[in-house]
Each structure stands twice: as structure tokens, then as C-alpha cells.
């Protein structure tokens, strides 16, 4: 995990490294604008901060955009990738919208968390996995589906599911 | 423009309008939540779906804009329905508790519900409930009535100028919340209480107080600041429940300000007086009016008959009314003391004799400026809804630029903003007019010798450029240039860079103050002003509407006079220990809302206002007590029946008004010398007795800042002070000892403590040069 400066003046904020990642990203937008990069911002710092957002960074972020607080956290809070809760080592994003549901995602649901011994939204004891219920994530030809930290695994059935999480922890 | 036909009627309007625009122009109702004129178009709510004539599917009428030859349906069948299957989904999470909610009778939600709610729901599944915020002492919130208008955060962002509440979460989650628990900040804050459309945010103070159908409303002028904002006295048996704003375009708009509209919970205050009273054998004794006022004119006549008219001395509050002030001055002068005053907080008086009241000037002339230089002017706590028009001529594409003794975020886009102590002031302001001579048609003559030789630096160059770059520039001077003992030499510098630039110069008025200049309540002749009248220690005192020891520039001085004097009256409306302790006889007065009245604005618009209420117990009007004072002292021209009767009197083209002259003050010098200033700032909400009794605008986070002294840190290390320890402030030989907070906005050579406070009183002089130490070491 990165070390991060989080108050200060806004040329020591986060790291160098994070600066310049998120600086390529203010400078697609017209100048004045930076409020639009909030979206890429906030991913390089949750990678950078073991995938969750604590209240520090998003104010950070916005003294580094020059936006209000509540900006930040409006968007944060609306979408799904977004953790404000420390999570696991892997994160499971199930999804559960209509073209899955149909294909038994509820069948899946039901083995991760047998399987696991957590309800969604918990992390095991061991912190290597948190488990999520999400919306669409767009791959309905594939349903059921689930999102594994970066990687899509689609048409599940519990057998596969045991078998991809088997393959991690080896 | 286009023609247009809205339900049959035919319309021509500007093509750059919506539907909804041109039916509220024609006066036809389209049901609405989120639209509100003075906010951008959110269209989220949906209410105003309309029928437009070949368009496949209803169009909000709030985000629709008009074509030529568009036809459009408010009550169709198309567009009732549309507007009943919205309304269903708005009340599908509604809990639908108006008999329990401050807004019922008021409610747009419920108003329309009627017209297009059904009187069963389809809904049987679990309604969401949103847990209430505690967004400060203002505003109160029932989260789970909101309806996602969206206004009141629109209102932040654009009119507030500080996004403080926002929407958080998604669909189902999605809460309008500050995220962070905190109070809100904004001096504007109370407007979302009249733009929330549902019972979501309520007046706190007024929870649970009355119902909308019990009140009668009664036009009335915030008296406050110098705007004279509309507003509206909601009253219910006797007592004033709340305030809200009456639009005028031309002066609040649709908006009040925080101060204006809590301000009134100070007339419940237990500290007000009900009762005349005098002292005997030291002991206060209720009394009928009769003696009391007997008293009063026994007292006074002893003084004089013993030491001279001259001995007696009257100050007036400029927040009293142009009748009370007219009066006030008519009836002193007939006892023959030409002491009077109502500059109470005001040190210098030597450029007395200028002129700076404008005739030709609105305050809505603000909208059309193109660059505004702010001096000495802490604008937003001072003349909030100024601010605010400055604020929108800013975005307008307006420069601005701010020299004060602290910085503060205007929330407004600033060009440049600087903090420096007074003697750096006069220098930055010299520098600037030094810049603009290059360029100037006429040369000052008499002020060249005293502008510095040196170079003007750059800021300097900027602000004169930004001057003289403009068509139509306006430079405000305020209380914090206006209350400095050094504030001839500032003014006249302002002046003069307004006359070398073409600009516009506008002093700020403290409250009522031109309408004191209009009615005379200051010397015409050989009189003291308010600050000789103190310090000459005088014999005699007749105070009204104010505290000696908060609302007047030297307090110690104000003190040790009352104390020395043989008999001080008091005309107020609230207890003050000060008060008890040296006055003769005190005389209970009508506060606002219970006295009739003129406010004379800014712009020198006069508004009369009615009395609402009745006066405080056996208190009365102002102008009433001064007329029997009249009679009683046996002058003649004291009969007047109405305010109105007074009214007519100053305005009558037989009165003549002592001019000052437009020109006119050159100081000796420019070079001050200062080690370290205080900054005697009088806070957004210690403005005024009834400000001060006001328990809500007491408990906001802005009143609470006023406890701490503050100092940058580069002052505080030279002193070795820090914010762990207590410091203590000196002046002569007077002390406090005040917490201190380390704030980095404060200039150089500066420490600040809040004006108007207990702690303030026990200094010499506002603005003065004082001794700082860690507390221990003195």
C-alpha cells in the first residue's frame, strides 16, 4: 500500500506517483474542469489505497480538484465500485439484475456465501474475500456472472465457482 | 419571438424560453417541484409533463423550449395523466405524515397532491425511511419526506456560492445529506427552508410552533443591514412566529438573509423590558409611565439648569427608524444640546463634513458593474445580500478584488484578494491612485505631494488596471475601514482612486444610518460627535436603542463616562447590566416588528413598515415616548397624531438639510505607524441587541468562532505565543485573557478579536494598538 499525504498544499498531496497518474487524467478536461477526472481519480487512489476510500482521501481529492467535499462523496457513494469500508484481499461482485437473475444467480448467491460463510457486503474472518450483490455489469450474454477483483467469469455454475476460487488461493 | 399557444391562447415569447417560463409569464399553472426561477433547470422531478402537439410523449415543461407554432397542453387528458402517474410515484416513498409536519397548509406536495394524488395507494410493499440530519441550529430535517427536488442543493452551488448538501447514494439510497455531519455555513443558509417544496427542511426554531392558516402575514423591512430587505412577519396571537422574504427584485430578490430571518426570536427574549423604571436610593423601582417620564424631563432639566445644555449628550442606535431618529434629535435640540449622535461605533470624525451618500445609485446598479474593489469590507457577514449580488455580477463575468486586515473565501470568483494591517492599507491604496495619476486627466494637485514616490507594485498595478480597464466600476468601503480610528485618511484615499478611475464609491451604511443622516440625529453646529461625547465625560446621557458597552467604539471610555455622570436615561428594549448599573431611569421601547416606521436603504429608498404586533408588555414605540418627552419638556411642534405626521415633517420642502460637500478631506499625512493592530470586527451576529437575544443565530457555528483571538502563525511565533495557552491582550492598563486560535488569514501585524462581545467590552478602543503575551507571563 502506497504512503499518502493527505493535508497540506495541494502540490504534496497523495505521492508523486499518484500525482502524475492522476494528472494525466485532469488534463483530458478543459482547464477549470477537473471535476470531471473524479471518477479515474478516485479508482487510482482506492487501488493504491488496498481498494477502499476512506473519508481522508476523498477530502483529499477534492483540495487536489478544487471541488466541495460532498462532490466527492456524492460520487462515491453512487456507484457500486466505490468501497468506503475496508474490503478483502479479492472482491466478488455478483451480479444479480435481470438477465442473471433469470440464469440462476440466486443459485450462485447462495453457494458463495455458504461457501464462504458471509453475507454480501461482509469479508471473511481471514480478510481475503468480500463479497458484494451488484447491478448490470454488462455481461448478460454470460449470465450468470460475476465480477473477481479485475476479471469477468461468466455462465457460473457453484462447480466453476470452486474451482476459480480453489485456483486463487493456491 | 415566436407565437406560441399554451391551452388555446395564443402567446408571442422570447424564443429563448421555456414552456413552463412563458405559462408562469401568462399566468398558467403547470404543477412543478424542482423548477424554481431563480435556480437552473434540473428537470428531475417531472411533475410539469405537459402535451405538446405533435411531440409522441408528454415533455417537461420546465426543460422544453419554445418553437414557433408549438401548441401545448397544461390539462389535457395526455398531460393529467402523465402528471397523476408522476405524482404516484412521488408519493410512493412520501410517509405521508402532513398531520404531524410543520409544512402541512403550506406544502406544495400536498397542495398538488390534492388535484393530482389518488385517494387510494397501489403501493402495499415497505416504504423507505431516510434518517434525519442535524444540518445546525437553523434548519430541521425530516429526510424521509424529500422528494429528490434537488433544489435546495442547486441553491448552494449557485446562489450560496458553497455546495454544502449534495446527493449521496443511488436510486433507492440516494439521501440528500451533507455526508459529513456538520452545520451549515452558508449566511443564506435559511432560503432552503423556503425552497424545500415538502416538509423535508423546516425552520427549526419554528418546529412545531403554529400552522400556516393560523398566521397573518404583515409586510415588514429587515432591519439589519442596509439593504432593507422585504420581508414578511408571519404572526399568530400578538407574537411574531417567524419571517420570510417578500420578492423585490430590486432589492433581496426571493432571498433573506440568515440574520434577517432568525433575528426575530430576540423579540421573545426574557431579557426584554416590559416595565419603566427609575433608580432611588440605588434601588430600581417599577413606575408608571407618568413618572418615569416626569423623570426624565426633571432629571434632564436639572442637569442643564446646573451645568448647561451643553452637558447633556444624545445617542441614538442607527438601527432606529428615521422617526425615531427625527425625533430624537428634535426633541434634545429643544432642550438645547446640539450632542447628538448616531455614529456609535465610528472613531474619526474629520472628514465629517464629506458627503459620501449616494442619490443616483441602486442597489440593483450592482447587476451592471463590471469590476468591484471591496475595501476594508467583510462582505458577507456585513451586507449578505450584497454580497450576493455581487456574487452573481462575479459570475456574470465581473472582476473583483478585496484589501482587508483578513482574508475570507467570498465564495465568489475572486481576481485578488489581500490581507494587510492599516498602515499598509493607506500605503496600497496610495499606490494604486499613484498608478492611476499615468493615466488620469486632472491631477489631484493637493495630493501629490503626499502619494509616495516609490514605483506602485504590481497588485497596485492590477487593481488600477482593473479600474481603469472597466466601463462601470464600484468600490465599497466598509465597517472595517469605517470603524478605525485612522478611517478619515482610508475614506479619502478611496475617493480619490474612485475619482482618478471614474468608479463608483459606496460607503457602506451601517442599518438605518441614512436615514439618521435625513432626520439630522448628529451635530449641526458645534455639537460633540459620538466619540467627544464620551470621552469629554459629560454630565448628562440619553441613550436609545443600544448598549453602551457593545455597540459603541470605545467601551471603557463609555464606561468610566456613565459612571461619572449625574444622570444617564436609557430608551431600549433589552436588560443590559451596563444599563442598570449607572442609568437614572430606564424606558421600555417597542422593538422591531411592534413599531411603526421608515427605513431609509442604501440607495436611499425610503419603506415605510407597519407596527405588527403590540409593543412588550407596557413598552411602547419609540417615536410615541419621544413625542410625550416633547410635550412634556413643554416644546412646541410635538402634536403629531400618526409616524406618518413625522414622516411629512422631514420630508417637508421647508426643512433645510445641512449638505456636506462632495469633495473635500486631504489627511496631513500618509504614514501611519502600527506594532500591533487589533481587529475590532463586529460579527455577522453581534450586530445589534435583537441579533444578540436571537438564541438560534447565538448556537451557529459562526458565533461560536467569536470566543478566540486569532493571529497568523509568523505573529504568533515572534510572540511566542500558541493556541495551548490562554494570551493576553493589553491596552493601557486594561486586560483580557482570551483563547487563541492560529489563523493564517489574518495579515501581518494584526490580531483579532471580535467586536460586541463581553470580552470586547473590557478593552479601550476598537482598532487600537495593544500588547500581546502567552497568559502567565505578564
Known sequence: ?170 | MVNIEIDGIPLKVDPTKMIIQAADEAGIDIPRFCYHKKLSIAANCRMCLVEVDKARKPLPACSTPVSDGMKVFTDSKVAVNAQRSVMEFLLINHPLDCPICDQGGECELQDLSMGYGEGISRFTERKRAVKDKDIGPLIQTDMTRCIHCTRCVRFGQEIAGIKELGATGRGEHMEISTYVEHSLVSELSGNIIDLCPVGALTSKPFRYKARAWEMQARPSIAPHDAVGSNIELHIRKNEVMRVVPRDNEDLNESWLSDRDRFSYLGLSSEDRLSEPMIKLDNQWQVVDWQTALDKTVEGLKGVISKFGAEEVAGLISPTATLEEAYLFQKWLRGLGTDNIDHRLRQQDFTDTDVDDSLSDWQLADIDDSDAFVLLGTNIRAEQPIIAHRIRQAALAGATVSSINLFTRDLLMPVDRQMAVNSPQLVQTLAGIAKALLAAAKQEPEDWLDLLPERAPSAFEHNVALQLSNAMNATLFVGDLINHQPQASTLRSLARLVAELSDSRLVVLPSSNSNAHRLAGSMPADKGLNARHCWERALRGYVMMGFDPLLDTAQPTIVHDALRRASFVVSISSFESDWVRQYANVILPMACFAETSGTFVGIDQRKQQFAGAVAPRGDSRPGWKILRVLGNISKLKGFDYISSQDVVDEIESPLRELKRGSKTGFIPDSLNLESDLMLISEVPMYRSDSLVRHSKALQQTPESRADGFARINQKEADKRGLDPQHEVVISQDDRKVSVPLEIDNNIADGCIYLAAATSVSAQLGSLFSQVQVMKAGRE
Open chain 1, 1 to 170: 500500500m502506497t504512503q499518502m499525504l493527505l493535508t497540506g498544499p495541494k502540490e504534496e498531496l497523495f505521492s508523486d506517483a499518484l500525482r502524475e497518474q492522476m494528472d494525466t487524467w485532469i488534463a483530458k478536461y478543459p482547464e477549470g474542469q477537473a471535476q470531471s477526472a473524479v471518477i479515474p481519480c478516485l479508482h487510482i487512489l482506492q487501488d493504491a489505497n488496498g481498494g477502499w476510500l476512506s473519508r481522508g482521501i476523498m477530502d483529499a481529492l477534492a483540495d487536489y480538484l478544487d471541488i466541495p467535499a460532498i462532490s466527492v462523496y456524492e460520487v462515491a457513494t453512487f456507484y457500486t465500485m466505490f468501497e468506503l469500508e475496508p474490503v478483502g484481499k479479492h472482491k466478488i461482485s455478483v451480479c444479480t439484475n435481470i438477465s442473471c437473475m433469470l440464469c440462476g444467480s440466486e443459485k450462485i448467491m447462495n453457494h458463495l456465501q455458504q461457501k464462504l460463510n458471509i453475507k454480501p457486503g461482509e469479508t471473511t474472518q481471514d480478510g481475503q474475500f468480500t463479497l458484494k450483490e451488484v447491478e448490470c455489469l454488462g455481461a448478460c450474454v454470460g449470465a450468470p456472472m460475476m465480477l473477481l477483483d479485475r476479471d469477468y467469469h461468466e455462465y457460473l455454475t457453484p462447480e466453476k465457482i470452486d474451482n476459480i476460487l480453489d485456483g486463487l488461493a493456491s
